[in-house]
């Protein structure tokens, strides 16, 4: 069976999620187990289980006052941490979570509607 991979959209700008791979993320050639996206750049990152993910660990996403972080939460969808959720409300910065599959091809429509987002993917 193929691994699913998704055409870039020509309105979309920046790194876009082309498809899964060797159990990670195909960006632009690369594969990533778990995967950091802004509107610019796709960095690999080494994420706390979903439990123990705080602001700290998401602070070089913020910095450019996104809309909302799309989570992808794993393989299964399941609810991030209230801490979190507050600490990023704090900021005025909304949370959309769901599984990191649906999140990945979440991001390439937002994209293409120019929304500020920013996206923290743990490994699927």
Not at 74 to 80: D, E, H, L, T
Request: charge should be negative.
């Amino acid at each position: 069976m193929m691994a699913p991979r998704f055409e870039r959209d020509p309105q979309a700008s920046g790194p876009v999620v082309q498809g899964f791979a060797a159990g990670g993320f195909t960006v632009d050639g690369g594969v990533y187990r778990a995967l950091l996206l802004t509107p610019d750049s796709a960095h690999g990152w080494e994420p706390p289980a979903l439990a123990e993910l705080e602001i700290g660990h998401l602070e070089a996403l913020l910095g450019g006052g996104p809309e909302f972080l799309l989570l992808g939460t794993g393989a299964k969808m399941a609810f991030p941490p209230r801490r979190l959720v507050r600490d990023l409300e704090a900021r005025g910065i909304g949370i959309e979570a769901m599984d990191s599959r649906a999140a990945a091809r979440a991001w390439g429509m937002l994209r293409a509607e120019d929304r500020r987002i920013v996206a923290a993917l743990l490994p699927l």
